[in-house]
T-cell receptor, first 116, second 116 residues
């Protein structure tokens, strides 16, 4: 089955700890994205990557970091600098980056992060 | 910067009622528009998309949307809703230029509750 997997589904973290959320896709997609979803706020873009070894900040990148060492993987680290990290985090991927705007993004099941 | 507005935060309907969810975007150039749906406990998935063809777009599960360029609108419609349509619906527009081309700007979402 092709798709996007995110792990873990639920994650609890103590204040002051960094935590890494996993995102893997086997769709052979070039572009990958991380969003944060809060009630009543829609989806806000944290980081995106259009090609391996390259990534760009989205609208709310402060307190987050990413890497893109492999095409199929795009992990997100929520650092202790993120002031309000409790949220639902969604990973997405897309067949091609900027040149093929008609392709839609496919989403993973999400990780719910709670900071205690 | 582009933005997407969804007029209703929460819509409550009885089964068999007609549905129209509003979506307006701010970008004046060529746009690609999407409606995504998030059923309780499920992945965000694509309902339909518009790419410079017939302004009336048909999607899955009996949904359709009409692109009206002069009104910057892309409203979602369904003639007769079912209890299973209970979900959160997101309108999104593709950034159409620059390095972030292909990125999606999402509205804040509309929760639809259908009473059996």
């Amino acid at each position: 089955d092709g798709g996007i997997t995110q792990s873990p589904k639920y994650l609890f973290r103590k204040e002051g700890q960094n935590v890494t959320l996993s995102c893997e896709q086997n769709l052979n997609h070039d572009a990958m994205y991380w969003y944060r979803q809060d009630p009543g706020q829609g989806l806000r873009l944290i980081y995106y990557s259009q090609i391996v070894n390259d990534f760009q900040k989205g609208d709310i990148a402060e307190g987050y970091s990413v890497s893109r060492e492999k095409k199929e993987s795009f992990p997100l680290t929520v650092t202790s600098a993120q002031k309000n990290p409790t949220a639902f985090y969604l990973c997405a991927s897309k067949s091609a980056a900027g040149g093929y705007v008609q392709y839609e993004q496919f989403f993973g099941p999400g990780t719910r992060l709670t900071v205690l | 910067a582009q933005s997407v507005s969804q007029h209703n935060h929460h819509v409550i309907l009885s089964e068999a009622a007609s549905l129209e969810l509003g979506c307006n975007y701010s970008y004046g150039g060529t746009v690609n528009l999407f409606w995504y749906v998030q059923y309780p406990g499920q992945h965000l998935q694509l309902l339909l998309k518009y790419f410079s063809e017939d302004p009336l777009v048909k999607g899955i599960k009996g949904f359709e949307a009409e692109f009206i360029k002069s009104k910057f609108s892309f409203n979602l419609r369904k003639p007769s809703v079912q209890w299973s349509d209970t979900a959160e619906y997101f309108c999104a527009v593709n950034e159409g230029y620059g390095g972030s081309q292909g990125n999606l700007i999402f509205g804040k979402g509309t929760k639809l509750s259908v009473k059996p």
